[in-house]
């Protein structure tokens, strides 16, 4: 590696690292359900290949996803232990898609995973979203 592309990879770091410190709660929260999901689509894609190793790799680093997920939850929340218990299914699918290497059980998970990231990213998009005024509200 260069001197320039390792400046320009230390650089991408900071500035990802910066917008992680940075970000509210609800975009924490997307954040790590699209790289949940990308890492149970990347290996799926590596246990279909026969790339075990890369999907070993994608595979734990879910897994560590849905620990903090998991460790995030709040009893205050009346939901916590409805998505406690997906987070258990999935935490042990995971764990039994790398073991076997089965690619449909990787996609089982994925299919778990893809309708609650959409969720939680329209839960946070409505969060984020200004209330209208009642100018906004007389022109909708």
């Given at each position: 590696?260069?001197?320039?592309?390792?400046?320009?990879?230390?650089?991408?770091?900071?500035?990802?690292?910066?917008?992680?410190?940075?970000?509210?709660?609800?975009?924490?929260?997307?954040?790590?359900?699209?790289?949940?999901?990308?890492?149970?689509?990347?290996?799926?894609?590596?246990?279909?290949?026969?790339?075990?190793?890369?999907?070993?790799?994608?595979?734990?680093?879910?897994?560590?996803?849905?620990?903090?997920?998991?460790?995030?939850?709040?009893?205050?929340?009346?939901?916590?232990?409805?998505?406690?218990?997906?987070?258990?299914?999935?935490?042990?699918?995971?764990?039994e898609?790398?073991?076997?290497?089965?690619?449909?059980?990787?996609r089982?998970?994925?299919?778990?995973?893809?309708?609650?990231?959409?969720?939680?990213?329209?839960?946070?998009?409505?969060?984020?979203?200004?209330?209208p005024?009642?100018?906004?509200?007389?022109?909708?």
């Open positions: 590696m260069t001197a320039a592309a390792a400046q320009l990879r230390a650089a991408q770091l900071r500035y990802q690292a910066d917008a992680v410190m940075s970000a509210p709660p609800e975009r924490l929260l997307t954040m790590l359900y699209d790289r949940l999901l990308l890492d149970v689509e990347r290996a799926q894609a590596a246990q279909e290949t026969g790339d075990f190793g890369g999907a070993n790799a994608q595979l734990q680093h879910a897994q560590a996803i849905v620990a903090e997920l998991t460790s995030s939850l709040t009893d205050a929340w009346d939901g916590s232990a409805g998505l406690r218990s997906v987070y258990a299914y999935l935490t042990r699918t995971l764990i898609a790398n073991v076997a290497r089965d690619p449909e059980r990787t089982a998970c994925r299919d778990v995973i893809a309708p609650l990231r959409d969720a939680w990213h329209a839960a946070a998009a409505s969060v984020a979203a200004p209330a005024t009642a100018a906004m509200a007389a022109h909708a």
